[in-house]
């Protein structure tokens, strides 16, 4: 796992399930709103920072998302995708990268195609057996809780930038502390 983690220079993440919990909240006005975790926001900020490449695929449409994905600096955000193998081809296509260097993580049925097209196919701690059963790993972390984060922190160690990138995010002080 440790050498595909090497390759991995896009990381691309399911949104429902992934980067919230799975709960989707909806306002009185039927507007879509998202709870997501701040753990998964800094693992965000230090994989950009580490020159990683971050797209987010959903099969929904979300305002929630767009202004979530636009804090953190996500340029590559692709909605609406019922075929998420599709999804891939387009994001591959957008970012120059190729499926070898390319992880998608994800919790749900609907992922499997996306889990066929990528070199590294990882499932939330809390997505569904028939995914977890295809991932070439599996996060301690739940959708929502940190997950996200927890693969962008094993992607950094074994890269070998991890510390060198919170250094250069937070000072010396943080370098080899959890952030």
Known sequence: MIEALQ???LVVTDVDGVLTS?????DAEGRRMGFFSARDGMGVALARAAGLDIAVLSGAV???LRGRAAELGIRHVYEGARDKALGIDMILRDTGHSRAETLYVGDDLNDLPAFRSVGVAVAVADAVPELRARA???TRAAG????????IDAVLRSQGTWERTVEALFGASGAGAEV
């Open 7 to 9: 390759r991995v220079r």
């Open 144 to 151: 929502g809780a940190g997950a996200l984060r927890e693969i």
């Open 62 to 64: 979300s305002g929630a």
């Open 136 to 138: 070439h790993w599996v």
């Open 22 to 26: 799975g709960v989707i909240p909806i």
